[in-house]
Structure formats: C-alpha cells, structure tokens
C-alpha cells in the first residue's frame, strides 16, 4: 500500500477579514430583525439617558454663558461699605458718578439713589404695603450701562426726568398690576406718569424691583437728598481690574474702606459652572438601564447560540476555528450593543434638542459624552457576547451537527 | 485530480478486502484516508467504533452501510476529522490527526474535507450562491473570487438558473444539491456524506446519487453513508458495518464502467 504521505505545507487556518467578520456577526441579526430592536432597546435607554442628562445639562450652560457674553463680565457696581467704627451706613458722595467718570478706561456710567418712599398703584392702598418694591432715583446712562432694553415705553430723558414720570422694572409693572406706558402709580403723595416698563436685567435684579424717577424730580417731588446708593460703570474689557483698584479710592479718597465694588456678573459666572455639573443621580439611571440593556444582551446572545447549534457545526465542519467561532458571536453581540448604542445616541441628541429648542437654548451635545457612551456600549457588548461566544466556541462540532 | 486518475483509483482499490490487494496500485494513487485500529468510547462505555481498519484511495466511491446504530456517523465524523478517536491512527490527506491541534484540524477540513448532511443544514434566507460561497469563507480567498467559484460549483450541480433562490424557494433535491456544490466548492480530497438521499423522495435521491457518481467520475473521492441498499448496491465499494466494527468490505462492479471488468475472485484488473 503505498500511502503517499504529502505534506502539503503547514496546515494553517486563513485569517477572516474584517468584512467577513462582519458578514458572519451580521448573518445572526439580519433573520431576526425584531429580536435586534428589542434587544438593543435596554441599551438605546442607557444611552440615550446620558446623552440627554448631559447634553440638557451642557445646553443650559451654554445659554448662561451666552447670555454672560451679551451682558459681558466687565460691569463694576459702586455701593457704600459698612462704616468701619461705627457699623453705620454710609453714603457716597453726591459727586460720585463723575469721579467715576473719570477714571482712565471707564466708559459708562450710571447712578441710582434710594429714595425712602413707597410705589403704590393708588392713594387707597396703605403706604406700608411696599410690594418689595423700592423707589429709587436715576441718573446718567443707567440704562446703556446695564445694556438694559425697555419692554415698552421709553428711557427717562431731559424733560420726562424733571417731570412726575416713572420707568418700572418688570417684576415692579408685575407687582402692581401695570401693564402699558401711561398708566399712574402713586409715590409720596402724588401720581407718576409710566413712562415705560423695563425688560429683566439679569445684572442687576435690584433694578428689577424698583420704580425709577428722574434725578431731578426725586429732588424735587420727594425729597430726594442726592446722594447716590449705587454707581454702575462699564468700561473696556482689559481695564476692568484696573478700574476695580481706583474704583473705592477715587469715590472717597479719604476712606477707601467706607466703599465696596461688587461685580454681579461673578454670580452668574458661578451659576453658569454649576448648571454644567449635570445630575449624577440622572445619569446613574442611565448607567443602571445601560447595563440592563448588557444582560439583555447578552441573554439574547445565549439563545442565539443555542438556537444555531446546527450552524456552529456546520460552520466548524467547513473549516471554522474555535477562535473563528468566537470571533463571530463576539462581532454579533458588539453589533447589537453597537446598534442600540447608534440609536441611543441619536434619542439622547433628539431629547436634547427638543429641550433646548423649548427653552430657547443653543444645542450643545458634548463630543466626549457621544464618544464615552458608544466605547460604553462597545465595552458592554464586547462582555455580553464573550461568556456565549466561548460557548459556542466549545461546542463539539458533531454534537451541533446532530439533528435532534 | 484528472479523471484518469479517478478511474485508476477506483479500479485499484475498489475490490480490497484486503489491503495487499491495492498494493499493486501504481505509486501515483494517494491514499486519501487511512485509519488503523480505531475505538471510539463515548462516556458511559458506550463503544460506538471497535477496531477499525478502513483505506480509502484518491478517487474511491465507497459507500458505508449497516443497522442503525452501528457507528456509520461516528465513523463518519472521525474521517472527517470533527471528532478525535479514543484509540487508533487516523490519517487524512497524508496528516496525522492524533499529532493536530484544533486549530490545524480546522485547517485540515477547510482545505481538504467537504461535507453533505441528510438535513442540508443550509443558511436560511441567503441565496444559493450565498449559501455555496459560504463553504470557501475559511479558505483564504477573495470575497469575489468565492462568488465566482460558488457560481461555477452551482452550474456543476446543475443549478446555474437558481442563483439567486434562497432555500426556502428550492425542493428537497435542489437543497441537497446546493448543499453539495457547498461542499465540492473548495475541490476536498474528500467528500463526506451522512444519508444525503435520506430526506429526500426516490427521484430526487435518485438525482442527488447520479451526482454523486458525476462528480467522482471527474475524480472526487467521495464515502457516503446509506441505509437503501439499492443505492448502495451501486456503488463501486461497499463497507459495511455492524456494532462498530468492519464486517465486509466488498468491491462492486461500477454499472457504467465498462473498461473494468470484475475478476472471478471479485478482484478487477488494474487499467494501465
Ligand atoms: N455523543 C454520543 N454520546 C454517547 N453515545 C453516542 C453518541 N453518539 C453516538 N452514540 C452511540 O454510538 C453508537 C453509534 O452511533 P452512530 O450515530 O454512529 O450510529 P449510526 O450507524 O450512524 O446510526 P444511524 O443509522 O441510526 O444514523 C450508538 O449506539 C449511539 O447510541
Ligand atoms: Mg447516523
């Protein structure tokens, strides 16, 4: 007997490719197509929850910081400071807002000054009852300083100013039940004119609160005593620490201490970082359906198994290696966890842009929430499918060819 | 293979009870399986395989035949190398599966081992071609090239109009004749088949047996398991198996093969 024992070189396995590998991981999928959705649901839920607590989280601070921007950060307040000796409250001095002027860089000025009596809507009401609503005198260019913008109505001007006329603030119009220019309110014994009705001033919600006369008319109608309580000055952007130092020492250059500078832009800077620290607890829920969505996964991968028995065997009997065999039902669980992973961050993009687009916000969904989220998924499906890849891998070839 | 060397195989080995009978084979004929003493146990001492000696030439058409039960399939999957023996030697296209690794084995059944089983086990809702390219996937070549080869194999079965059908589209015969060309697609030294008629009416078996026989007159060496004993009445060699061992192994005179002539003692001459 002649056996003609040919080496025929090595016997090696050929390499899969990559299209193949995805050829083979999608063959499970494409005959079961709902199976494919409701599978990769758990995980589109996962996702999607991150993407929308993020991007909703990251949307919201992207208007602050707009808003920031159009209000700028270059805004300085002037208020009087705590007396250091006697505790008592000072006052700024009557020249104040033009000293203020002065300073190299500054660009804009304003000035308000208490007045110590009470808007009401008429003579019947009780002047105790102040609504929160202070009234306070106007000076100089308030409203461009604060980059303030009338709801209706007009500014304060040269003639309404020595006149009984008003400007409310938008929480004051509220308050009183004011609606339109031309209406009266009653303060210290007489009617004032509404001239306009402001729109809200995120800068200086104290503004918000206040009926605005005229610097001369608050002299004149009540009693007004000219000295101001707060100067608001806006100057070139790369002054503004420069300003800050002169502020206090050229308003009362012999007691500095007796002036305080706030910068209200500082709180909403500050509110601005908090609104980007998104909600743990709300993403946490979408960690808890992600890896939900993994066991679901990889249960949906365990019955694929079992149900392809026959296609294991047949696969091993034409020449599949074990690591082929594995290859191939890792490549089909990372496609499913892939796909509700595509889809999860399309939900989470769409829930975001719903949000923002109702509340007027940029849309912001940030890069590194989609990239951390997909290589999520691909983690996740990579874990669900190797315990049934192996499995499968190990299945004797003739027990999977049995036809039972 | 050239189809001489088909007949030449079949001729010199087809009458072997005994092995010294084909060693006056000329020395160009390969031996294509060979295994020696082989057992195989399953757990629970169930010995399915006892002591088996089988030789299969380059170009053979042999069928195997026995009760239900006897160790056909085990035999099969041990030539077929799905399956390792608990003792023996088993040789395949010249390797010595005891001294393989899985991974080799693989190999092994990639590039020299095609099968065709009683219930088709084809890809549901892929076309036949698809489902003929699918036998080369672990062959190496190129996506293209495997389409092209899957083709040529379905136009070798007879199937070149039903291209595009998925199984579900196909009859019984066609099915096992896709899951042949599946199997011949990648040009085995060996082609294993378990039952192919089994599931199948007579006319198509029929069909699926006189394929069989084509292919191996262009030289495939081909071992089928078959419990119709007019099928295996046909075919040019005979092993037949009963509680796992060899009890007969008896040379049949091929219908068409008029060049070959049986000996009074059953043994034919070798064609020179
Ligand atoms: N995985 C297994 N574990 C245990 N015993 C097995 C296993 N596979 C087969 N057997 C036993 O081995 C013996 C031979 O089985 P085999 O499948 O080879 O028979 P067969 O000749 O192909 O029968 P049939 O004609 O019915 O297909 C039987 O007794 C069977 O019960
Ligand atoms: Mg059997």
New interface residues.
């Given amino acids: 007997?002649?056996?003609?024992?040919?080496?025929?070189g090595?016997?090696?396995?050929?390499?899969?490719g990559p299209?193949?590998v995805l050829h083979?991981g999608a063959?499970g999928l494409?005959?079961r197509p709902v199976r494919v959705v409701l599978s990769s649901l758990g995980i589109a839920i996962g996702i999607a929850t991150m993407i929308a607590v993020v991007g909703i989280s990251a949307s919201s601070q992207a208007q602050l910081l707009r808003k920031l921007d159009a209000l700028g950060t270059n805004m300085l307040v002037v208020t009087p400071g705590e007396e250091m000796f006697s505790g008592q409250d000072t006052k700024l001095p009557e020249t104040a807002p033009g000293m203020v002027g002065q300073i190299k860089g500054v660009e804009q000025v304003g000035a308000t000054g208490d007045v110590d009596h009470s808007a009401r809507r008429s003579e019947k009401i009780d002047e105790d009852e102040t609504n929160g609503i202070t009234v306070k005198a106007a000076q100089g260019k308030l409203l461009e300083t604060l980059r303030g913008t009338m709801r209706s109505g007009s500014w304060l001007n040269e003639a309404t100013g020595r006149y009984p006329s008003v400007v409310l603030g938008h929480v004051t119009a509220r308050r009183l039940g004011v609606t339109e220019p031309g209406q009266q309110v009653f303060i210290g014994g007489r009617y004032f004119t509404v001239t306009g009705i402001l729109d809200p001033l995120p800068l200086a919600p104290e503004i918000e609160r206040s009926a605005l006369v005229g610097w001369d008319a608050a002299e004149q109608y009540l009693g007004f005593d000219g000295h101001p309580t707060s100067v608001y000055e806006r100057s070139a952007d790369g002054t503004v620490d420069a300003v800050r130092e002169l502020l206090a020492p050229t308003v009362n250059p012999e007691n500095p201490q007796a002036v305080a500078v706030t910068d209200p832009s500082a709180a909403l800077q500050a509110k601005a970082a908090t609104e980007g620290a998104f909600s743990t607890l709300l993403l946490g829920l979408g960690g808890i359906a992600l890896l939900v969505g993994g066991v679901g996964v990889a249960n949906t991968m365990i019955i694929s198994v079992l149900e392809r028995r026959?296609?294991i065997?047949?696969?091993?009997?034409?020449?599949?290696?074990?690591?082929?065999i594995r290859v191939q039902f890792v490549a089909e669980s990372l496609l499913l966890s892939g796909l509700g992973g595509l889809a999860g961050v399309a939900l989470g993009a769409a829930a975001t842009a719903v949000y923002a687009s109702s509340g007027g916000m940029p849309w912001v969904v940030p890069p590194w929430a989609v990239g951390g989220g997909f290589g999520a998924t691909l983690v996740i499906g990579t874990i669900a499918g190797l315990y049934p890849a192996v499995r499968a891998a190990h299945l004797?070839?003739?027990l999977a060819?049995q036809?039972a | 293979m050239s189809t001489h060397e088909g007949l030449i195989g079949s001729a010199a080995t087809s009458a072997a009870t005994s092995t010294s009978a084909s060693s006056s084979a000329s020395a160009s004929v390969r031996t294509v399986v060979e295994l020696h003493g082989v057992t195989k146990e399953y757990a629970g001492g169930v010995a399915a395989l006892r002591g088996v000696d089988l030789t299969v030439a380059e170009g053979e058409l042999l069928g195997i035949v026995g009760p239900s039960g006897s160790g056909k399939s085990t035999l099969l999957h041990i030539v077929g190398t799905l399956d390792r023996p608990t003792a023996g030697s088993v040789a395949i296209a010249g390797h010595d599966i005891s001294r393989l690794s899985d991974r080799a084995l693989s190999a092994l059944r990639a590039q020299h081992i095609g099968f065709v089983f009683q219930s088709f086990h084809l890809v549901s809702g892929v076309s036949a071609r698809d489902n003929v390219a699918e036998g080369l996937l672990y062959s190496g070549l190129s996506r293209a090239e495997r389409s092209r080869r899957a083709a040529e194999a379905l136009d070798r079965v007879g199937l070149g109009d039903r291209m595009k059908h998925r199984p579900h589209e196909l009859s019984g015969g066609q099915k096992q004749r896709v899951a042949i060309a599946r199997a011949v697609v990648g040009e085995p030294d060996l082609l294993l088949a378990d039952e192919p008629t089994g599931a199948l009416d007579s006319a198509s078996g029929e069909a699926v047996m006189a394929l069989l026989h084509d292919l191996n007159q262009d030289g495939a060496t081909i071992a089928v398991i078959t419990h119709d004993t007019e099928i295996a009445a046909r075919l040019p060699r005979q092993v037949r198996i009963r509680d796992g061992q060899v009890v007969a192994d008896v040379g049949n005179a091929p219908v068409s093969d008029v060049g070959n002539e049986p000996m009074s003692d059953g043994t034919r001459c070798v064609a020179p």
């Fill in positions: 007997m002649t056996v003609t024992r040919r080496n025929r090595k016997l090696s396995p050929a390499r899969l299209r193949d083979v063959a494409r005959s026959h296609e065997g047949l696969r091993r009997s034409l020449g599949a290696t074990k690591g082929q004797s070839p003739t060819l036809t």
